[in-house]
Structure formats: C-alpha cells, structure tokens
C-alpha cells in the first residue's frame, strides 16, 4: 500500500517535473536565438558601380563605403578586399608595393599575399557581378578565389 | 599513492565531488530531517520556513496570489532583458527599435507581447493580493509592517508599468508622459490659487525632477529608461526580499490559530508544540523530534516537497497564462510620438483610468490628493484596527461578510449614482462658470465620493463598534469605486471624455 | 483533520497541465514564426521561378538564393524598407511577366531610383519595417503615412522634383493638379509658401499631415488623407461642416490630380544628394522669382471670389455681392494708385484680405503686374470734378432711403462694399464716389443715381454723409 502510493506519486511528479523542465528548455531555446541579429542592421554590403566602361584598363578605384579596391588590369576586373585580415584595419594601397597595414605591420602583395606580419590570410578577393541593370555589382559579403577576374 | 596517480585519481572524481560540493547534501533528499536540510542547506530554498503549514497550502485561502507576483516578476524581468537587448532609449531610434522588436527581432515579438501581458498580470494580481491579505486580516500583529513593505510593492508595480508603457514612444507614450508629468506639477492649482507659486513652486519642481525638462523630449525618456531598467526592479526586487522574509519571520502565512486541534500525544510520543506565530521550530525538526511525517501536531507539512510543488504549479500557471495572452494579442504600438496631435481621447492603461477619470475633475485632487490620501489611509489600518480576532478568516466571520456585502452595494450606488449625476447634469463649473478654481478642487466628484465612503465607514464604526468593521466598509467602498471609476474611464468614455455607453457608439475624429 | 495521503497532489498535476500548455504555445510561436512566416513562401516561389528564367551559368547561384529577411536601409532618408523581402525580383528586368510580389517594378523606374539608394518607402509611403502585406500597407494599423493606392504615388515625386519640368507623362496628374490648383484660383484662400488668402488653412505641409489632423466625423469610407481629400474636394461642406470653402467644379479625374497635388505638399527636408536639378532650379526660382504674370496671379488669388470681374457675383456662402473689379465701369473710375492700395491693404473687417508682402505675400512687383492686369479693361477716364461736399443731415436722410439698403445704415455694407471700411476711405477720391454715385456700376446691383432724379446737390449730400465715416489723413481730406 505504502510502496504503491510512493510509486505512483513519483510517475505523476517526474512528468510534472519533467514537462516544466522541457518547456523552460524549449523556452530558452526560443530566448537564444534572440541575441542573434535576424537582418543585419545598416546598408547592405553589395555596390553598384555605375557602367563598367567608366574605370579604364590599368586603374585603381578605392571604394570607401565598401571597404575595397577595384583593379581593371589586362584580365579584367577584380576587387579586394581593403579590411586587413588580423584585427580588421584598413590596409593602404600603393601600385609598387601592394598593401600594407598601419596597425600591427602585416603587409600583402598586389594580389593581397600576405608577406609580411601576423596577418593569418591573404586579403580576399570579392565577387564581381553585372547586375540585372547593367551596373558593375561588387558582394562585399561573398569571397572568390584568387585569380577570379571578372569578363565584362 | 603516487602523486600522478592521486592527480588522476582526482580528476576522475572531480564531477562527482563538483556535484557533492555544489549541493552540499548529494542527493535528493529522503527523510524529514534531510529534506529540512535541503531546505536551509540552499540559498533559494533557505528563504522558505522548513516546514509549511497546510492552510497555506490552501488554495482558496491565498488563491496563490502571491507567488503569481512572483513568478510575472520573474518572467518580466527576463523578457525585459530579452528586449533591452533591441530597445534602443532615444527619442530618435526608439519607436523603430520597437518596431524591429516586432518584425524581426527572432521571438522578439513574442517576447514583447509576454513582457506586456505579464505586466498586466502583475497589476491584477497585486490588487487582488492585497484585498486578499486585507480581507482575511493577515495585516495584523506582527504582520503591520509587512503590509506597509506590500504597499509599497503595490506603487512600485504601478511605477514600473507607468515608466515601462512610454518607452516605445508612441502616442500612447508620448501623451501620457505629457499627462503625468502635469500631474505631477498640478500643486500648482493650489498654490496659485493661494498666491504663492512665486515661493513654494513645488509643482514645476516635481515636473522638471521627471522630465529634466520644461517639456517632454530626449531627457524625459532616459530618466524613464532609467526608473524602469534600473532604479525601480532594484527597489522591488530589495522590498520583494524584505516582503519574503518579514512573512517568514512573521510566522508564515496568517491562519485562524482557534480553528486547530489542541495538540496531543501522537502514538504515545510527545509532540513539541509552538507558538501560533512560529511554523516550525527549526532545532525539534533537525533534532528528528518531530512524530510522524506530514502529520505534524500543527497541521503543517515539510516546505520540500509539498510547498515547492505548490510553487511550481504556480509558476507554471502564470507561465502559461501569460505565454497565452502573448501568443493571441500583440502588445498595443500606436503611431509615432506626434507632438503636434494628442491621441483622442488619450487612454492610458485599464489600472490608470479610474484615477484619469478622477483627474479630469481636478488634476491636483484627482492626481495626487486622492491617491496620497487612499495610500495614507491603508497605511493607517494596521495601526487602527488591533483586534486580533478574526485573523486568517474571510471577512473575519459572517458579520464581517454582511458588512462586506452592504458596503460593496453601497460603494457601487452611491458612485454609479454620483457619476451618472455628473454626466447628466454637469458640476460647479457648468453652474457657476466663474467659480474659483479652490472651490473646484475642494469639491468635485471625486472628493464627494471620498467624503461619502469616509462616512459610510464612520457609520459602521458607530452601528458596530468594531473598527475592523468599519476598515472593512471603507476598504470595500474604495474598491467599488476603483472598480466603477476604472470601468468608466476604461469603456464609458469617448473623444473628448465625453459619455458613451460603448466603445462602438464612438464618432470618427 | 484527515490528511489526504499525498497533499501535493493536485499541484502536480496543475504543473503537468500547464506546462503542456505553455509547451503547446512555444511551440506554435516557433511554427508562427519561423514556418508559417508569407514572406517565406514567396521567396520559395521567387526560387523557383528565378531557376526557371536563369541561364545555365546562373542556375546554381539561383539554387541557393537564400531565404532569409532583406531590407534596404537608406540612413540618408531615415528608411529601412523591407518590401524587397517579399518583393524580391523588383529591380531584375527579367521578372517583368511575373505577377506580383515577384514582378519588376513597372515603367523600369528603377533603373534611375535604385532601390539600393533610394529604399520604398520614400515614394510609396507605408510601413517598410513590416514583413507582411497588411502591416506594410499599414491602413488599418497605428501608422501616419498608409501605402499610397498606385494611382497617387505619383504625389511624392514633388519631394525630389519640379513636376512641371519633368518629361511629359512621368508624373501627368501631379503636373495638372498643380496646375489646376493656380487655375482654380485656390490662392484666394489658402497661403502656399507664404502666399495666399487667409479664409483658408495654408496649405504648405498638408501632405505631412496624418488622417487625425483632419475633421473626419462625416468621413464615409476608408479612413485615410486621400479619401478626405476627395470627397472633401467633392463636398466641402459636408465634410467640414460650416465650411466656406464653395464645391469647386471638378471632374473626377480633375479631383484626383487636385488630390495628388495635396499628397505631394511636403516641406520636409530631404538630403540634397536626393534632389533633382530642377528641384533645386524650383528653390532657386521662389527666391529669385521671373516677372510676374498678371492674368495668372488673378487667376490663382482673385478668381475664386471675383471670378471673371466682368460681373458683381453673388456670393451665397458670404451671404453679399463681390465686386466686380474688372468691370470697365469699375476701372475707368480708379487710378493705378487706388487699385494698389486697395490690393495690398484688402478691406479689413470684410472677406477681402490684404495681399502686401506681410498679408497675402505678393510683392510689389506682383501688386503691380496685378494692377496692369486689372487696367487692361479700360484706360482711367478723366474723372468731372467732384462736387463741394454738401449737408450730412440732407445726405444722412437720403443715404438711408436709398443706399442702407445695400450698404448698411451704419455703412458696413451687409451684401454691398462697404463704405464705412477705412481702406476705401482712405483710397477713395471725393471724384471717383460722386462719380460712382451719378454713373452707377454697369453690371452690377449698383443703379446711376444720376439718371434717378439725383442732381448734384444730393450727389454733394451723399458725399459728405459717406464721408463723415473718414479716418483722419489719406485722400479723404481733400
């Protein structure tokens, strides 16, 4: 009678138990997927250019609000990214040396090799496109191999 | 033993220890003593009695009440979190942040709207619990000062729904900033009717104290931000502390000591006997005296399991209740803070608009008089009322709910018929369009309501001659009138205040 | 007291209970919001219609076009649009054939007002935050400015440009709204850019305005500023009551144009990378304005009142005679000089308001193009010499008998112009009433007294009675 009774109160209690634990978990769950921004604030991170035919074969455009460089070379267009890859400055650019970083001395070849300095990769290249428009479309937000130019 | 195989030997027990050493015990406990020793072995459980008398466990005794206060605080307080992590507190980005809130913000809406709907609940179950606590008379010796600490909990909810309901921004918000800090400057009605604003301006100084300003803007909106993040959840959660202890130290829950059983001997052992303001005595439990388990002399039962049991239910209760209400309705967001246009008519929340109907007689009176003069008053009744009998009844017998009932009739007519009064024929002012604004304050409906309860009360006293009587029909007929005035001012009244018997009946505007 | 064996008892099963429910409400949150979601469902589609138009070499990018929230966010104008979420296809010319949400923007509108620069909102007005169509339309919900229907979005292209130098058919009803605004003589009372009568509100940020800014107790139908508009345009009166505003006559299509004019008067400040030239041509032409027109600054301030001038018009909401100031009887009697004045100054106390720079905004030269306007009916005649002024008892008995009857005893004038008004009095030459009195006003109520029996010991009478309501100084001491 007694062993019955203790038995039957701990089926009812460890589903009582159990069902609050599992909702309090399936809440939290729900509450950790907050924090994590579902649309990233801010203007996106893919720039038309204009018309193509505006950057001549040989030139370097810096874009500011895009964090890159566009290069038009012999092969055709490729942009890199301006964002050192160790903590995120903003590399300079010279057409003999390359990049090369203010903040702790990594430095990278034109292609964007690192050569020198904590850098832990090459500068990426970013994917050109042509957008529906017929603008010059860079992602900023989407890498391509080294050596990906871009054929208008 | 090697020191590298005891090093090995220790890390493989080191959970196991981890465990031991986190809960002190073990395990889960089995006998009376180990369970009392769960109990106040733990931080979170120490704050419970060891033992819990079985009238608190009862549930048309406290209805659970209070731990439904506890529990929406606590799911406020993490759902306010949640959204602190989105909300942003300027005048500039906070309607948009709200907005995001509801749009994009992953549970984000959800959360908002539980956030909103516990608040509500919060607010009901405050003032339930306190008619609750008034009317079995669980304010009296030693229980006055926690009533005063629970009052205080009452203004602090109220506070942080006010502070809380204006951070989105809105309308609703924008406007009713506006309107409270007016009524925080309204003394000025006095003392510009007695001529001496010029020195004693303390209406403009509690409205720049609010605002940091002149007018509602950027300032007004941290200061807020800050009361309803910070200052104000520190504060209840500090008083909801002292609130615990003090009914612990206080005996627990309050009880009719004349309805138990005299104690006997129990299969021929002594049973320790305590004192109706002690639940347990903590030394007969640990030194395993007490006879039988759950048959305690006093009716009462280990708090592990049976009163954590109780809690559960009613955390998981109001979880759910407010999880439902946050599911089917979404937490109100009206249009854009527009300086240039008041909402019309301009509500504030269900629990504010019986004192916004009492305002739009007289702001001073309405908005801070009344409310001062109703919270002195309750502050008052553990201090008039010391008969001790009738603790932990209902009304404290069948005279009591006689009287509950007259009142509760009384209160009802004399306000329904004041109101309707009001409506229908219109007050001084209509009368007599050039009386001066002390007589407006001095008398007004709401005053007169004031007056006719106050005396209600003093009639009972002198019918009955018990002042437990008479602080029963005073306590009635205010709730009668809190509950007719936020009735009107939640349903009856239209753009421009104006009377309308429904919602529907409402002009475009 | 008998104990129930397990005390706890109902507590558990009270936790079991609600804690399904509440597991039953999470996880219908999570269906709601992470499944259920529209916007989900088109980007699906817009998959798979994107795989469909793709060439081989874009197909594998189409496969894995991600679902997922998009929005422009445009700082510059305070926007962050999520329409692109659903409509996800607007700027791809390829989707022209699809149906909506998918389909293209019409009219490749785009190609110029990038969405990336430009976001929604900023032309279509609604609640870019929201992820589903009613919220983004947002006429039902808490939100001022509504979706505008396609047939008015043409209204906000006024913030960015000068609808009249917009190429012909980009923006049809907003160029003839404003057009028809001048034609329709609207300035008579309402002020625009500080211009205007004052009968009327101003109108200068009128398309700012929310639907509760506006009386909408007789409001029928969708509660939003452009319903207003139109049937307010339909019928004044019966939308504001006691309105003066008289029921313009308008053809549909006619109110439709004047109501996107309405929509598109917005002052706001929109950053300068957002202007067309000629917006800014617009802005430079209010502070540097061309030479004024004379017919059209009648036409946009006299004509509601005065209509053509020829005639003195009955004006059954003013409840009096307006006059008829381009009446050759009229014109020939006035010089250039009283004319100005009596423009600038209006007839204070009357429904003529002043129109100097500091009342109705005209400048000079507008007061003066005006008044060559008004002189092209008739050359000044060389007016007979006014008569001495005569008894003011003779003229008192005389005035009441024949002129209070339209002029007022007390000279106010309650359907005629009144002549107590201390502007006429101070404009009016003794010369150009004695004459008014002997010739009478062709073509209007006013009878020649001349031909009535009236010689000029009366005219003299009359005129010194009239006279006695003279301020001091002006040309009423001659």
């Known amino acids: 009678m007694h062993e019955q009774e203790t038995k039957r109160r701990d089926v009812l209690g460890l589903a009582a138990l159990w069902s609050f634990v599992s909702a309090i978990g399936v809440a939290l769950a729900g509450v950790a997927r907050l924090p994590k921004p579902a649309v990233l604030p801010g203007p996106l991170r893919v720039f038309k250019l204009g018309d193509p035919a505006q950057f001549a074969v040989g030139s370097v455009a810096r874009i500011d609000e895009g964090n890159f460089f566009l290069f038009r070379g012999e092969r055709g267009f490729h942009a890199i990214s301006s964002v050192c890859t160790h903590l995120g400055c903003i590399v300079a650019h010279t057409e003999d040396e390359g990049f090369s970083c203010p903040c702790h001395g990594s430095r990278f070849t034109a292609d964007g090799a690192v050569i020198a300095g904590p850098a832990p990769s090459a500068l990426p290249w970013l994917e050109l496109a042509l957008a529906p428009d017929g603008q010059l479309q860079v992602n900023a937000e989407s890498h391509v191999p080294k050596g990906a130019y871009f054929q208008v | 033993m090697p020191p590298t195989k005891e090093f090995l030997e220790n890390l493989k027990k080191t959970p196991e220890r981890l465990r031991e050493s986190a809960l002190r015990v073990g395990k889960l406990p089995e006998t009376d003593r180990e369970r009392s020793q769960s109990t106040f072995h733990n931080l979170f459980l120490h704050v419970q009695s060891v033992r819990t008398h079985r009238n608190s466990l009862r549930f048309a005794y406290t209805f659970g009440l209070g731990l439904i206060l506890t529990a929406s605080f606590v799911v406020l307080t993490i759902t306010g979190i949640l959204v602190m992590v989105y909300y942003k507190p300027s005048t500039d980005l906070a309607y948009q942040s709200v907005k995001d809130i509801h749009f994009v913000v992953p549970a984000g809406r959800f959360i908002r709207n539980i956030h909103r709907w516990a608040a509500h609940v919060m607010v009901v179950a405050v003032f339930l619990h306190m008619a609750r606590v008034f009317y079995t008379g669980s304010y009296k010796k030693p229980r006055e000062f926690n009533w005063l600490v629970g009052l205080a909990l009452l203004v602090l909810t109220l506070a ?37 604003t010029r020195w004693f301006d303390i209406g403009a100084f509690q409205k720049q104290l609010l605002l940091g300003a002149n007018h509602v803007g950027q300032e007004a909106l941290i200061r807020f931000y800050v009361l309803h993040v910070a200052v104000l959840p520190l504060l209840t959660a500090i008083l909801m502390g002292v609130h615990f202890w003090r009914v612990r130290k206080d005996g627990g829950l309050s009880r009719d000591v004349t309805a138990e059983p005299p104690p006997a001997l129990i299969r021929g052992r002594e049973v320790q006997v305590f004192p109706p303001t002690k639940t347990y005595g903590l030394m007969a439990v640990v030194r395993g005296r007490t006879p039988v388990v759950g048959r305690a002399p006093e009716g009462s039962v280990p708090s592990w399991p049976h009163l954590l049991w109780a809690e559960l239910a009613v955390f998981a209760f109001t979880i759910a209740l407010t999880l439902a209400l946050g599911y089917w309705f979404d937490a109100p967001l009206k249009e854009m803070a527009n300086p240039a246009i008041p909402e019309n008519p301009a509500k504030a929340p269900w629990y504010f608009l019986g004192l916004q109907e009492l305002v739009s007689y007289s702001a001073f009176m309405g908005g801070v008089a009344i409310p001062m003069i109703v919270l002195i008053g309750l502050g008052l009744i553990p201090y008039l009322d010391r008969d001790p009998r009738g603790v932990g009844k209902w009304f404290g017998g069948p005279e009591g709910r006689r009287i509950f009932w007259v009142s509760l009739v009384v209160g009802l007519i004399s306000v329904v018929a004041l109101l309707a009064f009001t409506v229908q024929f219109g007050w001084l002012r209509n009368w007599f369009p050039s009386i001066a604004q002390l007589a407006i304050i001095a008398l007004n409906p709401g005053t007169v309501i004031v007056a006719i309860y106050v005396a209600w009360s003093l009639w009972t006293l002198h019918r009955t001659g018990s002042i437990r009587m008479s602080a029963i029909a005073l306590f009635t007929c205010f709730l009668a009138g809190f509950i007719v005035l936020t009735a009107m001012g939640s349903v009856f009244r239209g753009p421009n205040w104006q009377f309308y018997w429904w919602p529907s009946q409402w002009p475009v505007h | 007291m008998k104990l129930s064996p397990d005390p706890s008892r109902i507590f558990k099963w009270a936790t079991l209970a609600f804690s399904a429910i509440s597991l039953a409400f999470l996880v219908a949150a999570a269906i709601r919001e992470n499944i259920a979601a529209d916007w989900r469902d088109h980007q699906l589609a817009y998959r798979t219609i994107l795989e469909s138009k793709a060439n081989d070499a874009g197909r594998a990018a189409a496969r894995t076009f991600p679902i997922e929230i998009r929005q422009v966010s445009v700082p510059a104008l305070g926007a962050v649009d999520r329409c692109v979420t659903c409509h996800a296809g607007i700027d791809d010319p390829r989707m022209a054939d699809q149906a909506n949400p998918h389909k293209t923007h019409p009219k490749r509108l785009l190609e110029i007002h990038r969405v990336e620069k430009f976001g929604c909102t900023i032309c279509h007005q609604g609640q870019g935050a929201a992820l589903n169509f009613d919220e983004a339309k947002a006429e ?159 036409q946009r301030f006299c004509s509601a009142c005065h209509d053509t001038g020829m005639h003195a018009r009955w004006d059954r909401k003013f409840a009096r005679f307006v006059p008829a100031i381009r009446n050759r009887a009229y014109i020939e009697t006035e ?122 010991g009366e005219i003299a009478d009359v005129l010194a009675y009239v006279r006695q309501w003279a301020p001091a100084g002006g040309r009423s001491t001659q």
């Open chain 2, 160 to 196: 942080l729904s006010f502070t809380g309901y204006l951070l989105p921004w809105d309308q609703l918000a924008f406007w009713a900033v506006t309107i409270g800090a007016n009524i925080a400057s309204s003394p000025r009605e006095v003392t510009e009717a007695l001529g001496i």
């Open chain 3, 140 to 298: 039902n919900f808490y939100w001022d400015y509504p979706l505008l229907p396609a047939s008015l979005t043409e209204a906000t292209c006024n913030s960015c440009h000068d609808p009249r130098a917009l190429p012909d058919g980009s923006a049809p009803k907003l160029a003839w709204g404003l057009r028809l605004f001048a034609e329709k003589g609207c300035g008579g009372c309402h002020k625009l850019g500080g211009k205007g009568g004052s009968l009327g509100p101003a109108l200068d940020n009128v398309g700012l305005k929310t639907k509760h800014e506006f009386v909408r107790a007789h409001l029928k139908g969708s509660q939003t500023t452009w319903n207003w508009h139109e049937r307010h345009f339909r019928d004044p009166g019966g939308l504001v009551p006691g309105s003066l505003m008289p029921a313009p006559a308008l053809t549909p299509a006619e109110t439709e144009a004047l109501t996107v004019y309405m929509l598109s008067l917005r002052r706001g400040e929109i950053h300068s990378d957002y202007l067309a030239p000629d917006k800014i041509e617009e802005k430079y032409a209010r502070l540097h304005p061309p030479p004024a027109d004379g017919e059209a600054l009648y």
């Open chain 3, 335 to 456: 010089d250039d000089e009283c004319l100005a004045e009596n423009i600038r100054e209006g007839r204070p106390g009357t429904r003529m308001p002043g129109w100097g720079q500091k009342a109705g905004g005209l400048s000079e030269g507008e007061v003066d193009a005006l008044v060559a306007y008004l002189r092209r009916s008739a050359p000044p005649m060389e007016l007979p010499p006014a008569p001495q002024r005569g008894s003011i008892a003779r003229g008192g008995e005389l005035f009441n008998r024949q002129c209070a009857g339209c002029h007022g005893v007390d000279g106010k004038g309650p359907i005629a112009p009144a002549l107590a008004n201390p502007v006429f009095q101070r404009a009016a030459t003794d010369a150009f009433i004695a004459q008014t009195i002997r010739a009478g006003r062709d073509r209007t109520p006013m009878p020649a007294f001349g031909r009535a029996g009236f010689g000029d």
